[in-house]
């Protein structure tokens, strides 16, 4: 099955329509399991969320901080699998058919079932984008041309250090969204985004780059306002999120309704 | 766009984030302007002669082999400077570190060797050395954390994950991605992502052209067989690199059986793994049905690794390289052998390439030469082997 919508950009029109950016929080699926995850996702879309940037837990996860590398033990302690993580985001789906979902995760769990596989079931599963955080331009081109073919959107990452011709190459290329990377490094809300100048925003403009969302610490509203204003189309929160089921593991229902607060204080902060 | 070629085959790549993406490019120039420019390669080579003891010698074994017709040679990396064949390309690395502008080097260290190895480059070029080790590895290996520490490098405990090389790799990937313009990332072995599998070849391959010399003088023809352990294969591919387009040259690696091929205790990464992607490369890693990588094991910290260099994979594929396997207890044995028979304590690591090599020896043809790459001394060793061993040694 292909995915024949496009979600992200009837978000990126109804939110310009209103004049807001966007406000996209990741979890990890399967954290801390299986079934509280359904819960974490629900909570977020009532909070506000304009969209879901959801992980897979892995083993090995070399691009993020702590925190997310704490997400993904805790998943896989209790031997969560992907196509777990895809049943819960079917579910999801039942109940929010419009909000845009992406899967960021890592080249291997692609790569063991084979990309066919996987990008038909997450197409299935209503997934409609995937960002692999090891996969750079110079390896992405078989994952471009299945993700065309399931009608899944690959996103591309702009990195701070990026050259013209990356830039440009993300241009031709990118679809959905930008991945802006707010800094170098790893996940983590511990190291704060340097809000990229309007310089940068602007050569993503010339060279026609999918809307750019700016993630990799994002924890405050102040930091989606800023970014905003400096003309990306919205922002990531993470670490920031997930921090809060961290810290709210033994009270499942605190960890919901803060969930929902701190979404809903993010989400108010896109309104110019 | 790469200048050099990224893959080997299917095999290789640059799986990383693209925030590396521009580290990775500078690194592959400065390699290849360092290639062309003989200023460069005089410091290397004088470096490799009169700080880390090159040519290293090779030694015929007296006492090892019951055919009397049958050679059965070492390379004596053992006897390096450091006391293993890492010093080579560290010290590559370290110059290229320099000719980048850059003044720290990240490295991930398993049993401590490659950290050692990093450690004594640094100190010698004046470089910040900070080195991530498991923190299980650094229990294990007390003696050479301190040698690292006394050549004045920082190391830093992994505790994520099962607190060992693949963590401390992971540890080390994360902080470059945050510290590459001022920071080198000191790959240790023939893996991770391009172009550190080639820059690893070429800074270790005077092992294969030094054997091939030796072995002209000595025998007036090419060994038969050459033979060199397996964790991520930079010894291996240094001993083999010179070989690889002399078909009538054998190339053997031998990789870790562990408690057994049967067992999920080894790391036999292509004996017993898959294709997929670990470190920025894909080659063949230990990995479960969904694609999560495995713990390896073996008895020898330094090929207790769930995957292989990319080079080596395609070796195997294209049937130009064979791998065997050595359990612990046969790595175990020829450990004993050497050190009684021959009066040399070779490293663990090494001890299942001779192993391999002995078995050879045993049923090859009359006249038949194999040469053993012995890439380390077994000093590291002693108290591990001491403890499983007790005082009930082979005689």
Redesign the interface.
């Known amino acids: 099955m292909s995915n024949k919508n496009d979600r992200y950009g009837d978000m990126f029109t109804r939110l310009t329509a209103k004049n807001e950016g966007a406000f996209v929080p990741f979890v990890m699926l399967g954290d801390p399991d299986i079934a509280t995850s359904l819960e974490i996702l629900k909570a977020l879309a009532e909070g506000g969320a304009d969209a879901l940037e959801l992980g897979i837990p892995?083993?090995?996860?070399?691009?993020?901080?702590?925190t997310i590398?704490q997400a993904s033990i805790r998943a896989?302690s209790h031997h969560i699998?992907?196509r777990d993580c895809l049943k819960v985001i079917q579910q999801f789906r039942e109940i929010y058919p419009d909000m845009p979902i992406g899967l960021l995760l890592?080249?291997?769990?692609?790569?063991?079932?084979g990309l066919e596989k996987f990008y038909n079931d997450a197409a299935n599963a209503g997934v409609d984008s995937i960002l692999i955080?090891?996969?750079?331009?110079?390896?992405a081109d078989r994952f471009i041309e299945m993700a065309a073919q399931t009608g899944i959107k690959q996103i591309?990452?702009?990195?701070p250090?990026?050259?013209d011709e990356?830039l440009a190459e993300i241009g031709q290329k990118s679809q959905g969204y930008t991945y802006l990377?707010g800094r170098?490094?790893?996940t983590g809300a511990e190291?704060a985004a340097t809000i990229p100048a309007h310089e940068l925003i602007a050569k993503l403009t010339q060279y026609k780059v999918a809307p750019p969302l700016l993630g990799f610490g994002i924890s405050k509203p102040e930091q989606v306002k800023e970014a905003i204003s400096a003309g990306a189309a919205g922002a990531i929160s993470g670490s920031a999120t997930v921090n809060i089921i961290e810290t709210n593991l033994s009270q499942p229902e605190v960890m919901l309704s803060k969930l929902r607060e701190f979404v809903s204080v993010m989400k108010q902060a896109t309104k110019k | 766009m790469n200048h050099l070629e990224s893959k080997f085959g299917q095999f290789g790549g640059m799986y990383v984030p693209e925030l590396l993406i521009p580290a990775l490019d500078q690194l592959e120039q400065a390699f290849i302007d360092a290639q062309n420019d003989p200023e460069f390669q005089k410091e290397f080579m004088d470096l490799l002669t009169d700080y880390a003891g090159r040519p290293t010698a090779m030694t015929l074994t007296r006492n090892l082999v019951s055919n009397p017709t049958v050679k059965l040679y070492l390379k004596r990396e053992d006897l390096l400077h450091g006391g293993a064949h890492k010093t080579n390309q560290v010290l590559g690395q370290a110059l290229l570190t320099k000719r980048m502008g850059k003044t720290e080097v990240i490295a991930e260290t398993g049993a401590g060797q490659h950290g050692v190895a990093t450690a004594l480059a640094c100190a010698l070029l004046g470089l910040k050395a900070r080195i991530y080790m498991g923190a299980k590895d650094i229990e294990r290996q007390a003696p050479n954390v301190f040698r690292m520490r006394l050549m004045g490098a920082e190391v830093i405990p992994v505790n994520a994950g099962s607190g060992t090389l693949k963590d401390a790799v992971n540890e080390a990937m994360r902080d470059w991605s945050a510290t590459y313009d001022k920071a080198h990332y000191l790959l240790g072995t023939a893996a991770g992502p391009h172009p550190f599998p080639t820059i690893v070849r070429e800074f270790h391959r005077m092992i294969g052209e030094e054997t091939r010399a030796q072995i002209m003088a000595k025998e007036g023809r090419l060994p038969d067989a050459v033979v060199a352990c397996v964790g991520g294969g930079s010894n291996a591919i240094g001993m083999f690199a010179d070989f690889i387009d002399e078909p009538s040259v054998k190339l053997i690696g031998v990789e870790p059986a562990g408690k057994g091929l049967h067992t999920a205790e080894h790391g036999a990464a292509i004996n017993k793994g898959t294709k997929g992607i670990l470190h920025g490369a894909y080659s063949y890693i230990m990995q479960d049905d969904d694609g999560q990588i495995e713990e390896s094991y073996s008895v020898s910290a330094g090929l207790d690794y769930p995957a292989v260099g990319p080079q080596h994979a395609y070796l195997h594929d294209i049937g130009r390289a064979t791998y065997a396997a050595v359990s612990d207890d046969e790595a175990l044995y020829a450990f004993q052998l050497l050190s009684r028979k021959e009066g040399i304590i070779p490293a663990l690591e090494s001890s299942h390439a001779l192993a391999h090599a002995l078995n050879m020896a045993d049923e090859a043809e009359d006249g038949t030469i194999i040469v053993v790459n012995l890439s380390g001394r077994g000093d590291k060793d002693l108290a591990h082997v001491h403890s499983i061993l007790g005082d009930q040694i082979n005689e």
Do not use: C
Request: net charge negative; no cysteine; hydrophobic share 40%.
């Open positions: 892995f083993s090995d996860p070399i691009a993020d901080g702590p590398q896989l699998h992907p890592y080249s291997n769990l692609v790569m063991k079932p955080a090891d996969v750079p331009l110079r390896e591309l990452i702009a990195p250090n990026a050259s990356t990377l170098a490094g790893v190291t």
